[in-house]
């Protein structure tokens, strides 16, 4: 069983026996013809967390790439993290475009003689108006 390390995957090579070892660190089964090669089956992942579960298996070159991403890792939990949380409201933002076209809409529909909200005192005169123009259209 060998672990080797071919940017930007790992291959866990093994024979079927051992299938099961690959597969509950969390590696991909890719068969035959299909990627990440074209000309043979193999266990593979791109996580470098999955391959080190199989590290006491890798070649130099796939420890060094484990160890490479582990301490980049750890000196990045190192870092001081100045994290600063508001708890202001943002600004409330003016849509005066969109009241325009708004406005714009409403002035076409009662050129066309399309009920709009805003000319209606009620809600029910509103929607008399609207189904009135639907049986209209509707030619009942």
Do not use: H
């Not at 930007?8 to 590696?27: T, V």
């Not at 579960?53 to 870092?79: D, F, G, H, M, N």
């Not at 406005?103 to 009920?115: N, Q, S, T, V, Y």
């Not at 000319?119 to 929607?127: M, N």
Request: aromatic share 10%; net charge positive.
């Amino acid at each position: 069983m060998k672990l080797a390390y071919g940017a930007p995957n790992f291959y866990f090579l093994c024979r079927y026996e051992d299938k099961d070892i690959a597969k509950g660190a969390g590696f991909w089964w890719s068969p035959e013809g299909e990627e990440p090669l074209q000309d043979r089956g193999i266990w593979w992942t791109e996580g470098v967390s999955t391959a080190a579960k199989l590290v006491r298996y890798a070649t130099p070159k796939a420890k060094a790439q484990i160890s490479k991403v582990s301490a980049e890792r750890k000196r990045i939990r190192a870092l001081p993290v100045n994290l600063k949380v508001s708890s202001k409201k943002p600004e409330k933002v003016t849509r005066r475009k969109r009241s325009i076209v708004g406005k714009e809409f409403d002035a076409l529909c009662r050129e066309e003689g399309i009920p709009v909200r805003k000319d209606f005192k009620s809600e029910a005169k509103y929607q008399q108006a609207r189904e009135g123009l639907t049986a209209a259209i509707k030619g009942v």
